[in-house]
């Protein structure tokens, strides 16, 4: 999986995921620099994403994900510090169901625990056609983006798997088991989530924080980054990363 690389050779090292349609840094592009002057950020593309292929003869899943954010967590050396935005915390949250030993922080962005329908309306928004109509200069950026995967066209392929829906159900009585840090981000205007799903996850998970973000979307830590950056450092801080 490929992966950029930022920061001092020693510090802890902290794995940032992206969410659906995106890459590495695309996701991550406010956090990544000032995360890096303290820890050794990775920003992986994973897998049908940016710089990372689908592995050959393998249909597109969330265990794929699942898989492969396994595998380069055991890779860098666990525990580490994950944080997964939509998608990369879906993927996160699936992970630490059944290898809760590889997480020494999580941090949760924009996430779901079960399907619902402001995830299904926010899917809807990125079929490939209605969105470069609506967004030229946005389609743009993602085919550039994508590109390394064979061609200016792709991102309409990555879009397509996105947008169908990866599960995002999991369950809660395994993840009860996850006893690292932990902090839920959401914007208080993501049309994306379920504020109760939030709700459930600080019930099996009492010593988690959360933040809600006001005037806050799905992508909160680019959009309001300047709240969300801060608390990103004041959570390592707290717990000693």
């Known amino acids: 999986m490929y992966a950029e690389i930022l920061g001092p050779d020693d510090g802890a090292d902290v794995i940032l995921l992206h969410g659906g349609i995106g890459a590495g840094r695309y996701h991550w592009s406010r956090a990544a620099g000032p995360l890096s002057e303290r820890f050794r950020v990775h920003?992986?593309?994973?897998?049908?994403?940016?710089?990372?292929?689908?592995?050959?003869?393998?249909?597109?899943?969330?265990?794929?994900?699942?898989?492969?954010?396994?595998?380069?967590?055991?890779?860098?050396?666990?525990?580490?510090?994950?944080?997964?935005?939509?998608?990369?915390?879906?993927?996160?949250?699936?992970?630490?169901?059944?290898?809760?030993?590889?997480?020494?922080?999580?941090?949760?962005?924009?996430?779901?625990?079960?399907?619902?329908?402001?995830?299904?309306?926010?899917?809807?928004?990125?079929?490939?056609?209605?969105?470069?109509?609506?967004?030229?200069?946005?389609?743009?950026?993602?085919?550039?983006?994508?590109?390394?995967?064979?061609?200016?066209?792709?991102?309409?392929?990555?879009?397509?798997?996105?947008?169908?829906?990866?599960?995002?159900?999991?369950?809660?009585?395994?993840?009860?088991?996850l006893e690292c840090p932990t902090l839920l981000i959401r914007g208080d205007r993501d049309p994306a989530i379920d504020p109760g799903h939030y709700a459930e996850l600080r019930e099996i998970w009492p010593h988690a924080d959360e933040l809600v973000v006001p005037a806050g979307d799905h992508d909160v830590q680019i959009g309001r980054y300047r709240i969300v950056v801060p608390a990103l450092l004041d959570f390592y801080e707290r717990i000693g990363a």
């Open 43 to 177: 920003l992986p593309d994973l897998p049908g994403h940016g710089r990372t292929p689908l592995p050959e003869e393998c249909e597109y899943s969330r265990q794929v994900l699942v898989d492969a954010v396994a595998g380069y967590v055991e890779s860098v050396g666990s525990p580490a510090h994950v944080a997964g935005f939509s998608m990369g915390g879906h993927a996160s949250l699936a992970l630490a169901q059944t290898r809760p030993e590889l997480f020494a922080s999580l941090i949760l962005i924009g996430v779901s625990i079960r399907e619902h329908s402001g995830l299904q309306r926010w899917r809807e928004r990125f079929d490939p056609d209605r969105f470069e109509a609506r967004n030229p200069l946005w389609a743009g950026s993602l085919a550039k983006l994508h590109a390394p995967q064979g061609g200016e066209d792709v991102w309409r392929d990555v879009m397509r798997r996105d947008a169908g829906g990866l599960d995002a159900g999991v369950d809660l009585d395994a993840l009860g088991a």
